[in-house]
């Protein structure tokens, strides 16, 4: 399935507003770290797949650059579990 372009801009907003990742107590949501154009972009090429299956791997496939770039890690590791369910409400009516 592809998105086009507006839409691919509807779910970065979708994600920007809702999506979190969290460091210690700290929430920092996707669109003010800037990754949910990225995550949007990852989750587009898959949402043929569903969209549990497509939040999943998207989260995998997108690499956060951690201390200038020095460590990189999967988005999905900076996600907490229950960001997880919502992604996958977002993505629903993509799917």
Do not use: K, N
Request: a negative charge; charged letters at 20%; aromatic letters at 4%.
């Amino acid at each position: 399935m592809t998105l086009s372009a507006p839409e691919i801009e509807e779910l970065s907003q979708a994600i920007a507003d809702r999506i979190y990742i969290q460091v210690a107590a700290w929430h920092l949501y996707l669109g003010d770290a800037g990754l949910a154009q990225t995550l949007a972009i990852e989750c587009a090429a898959r949402l043929d797949q569903g969209a549990a299956i497509c939040a999943r791997q998207g989260l995998e496939a997108v690499q956060v650059p951690i201390g200038a770039g020095a460590t990189r890690l999967p988005l999905a590791r900076l996600v907490p579990a229950g960001q997880l369910r919502d992604l996958e409400d977002v993505l629903q009516p993509f799917c």
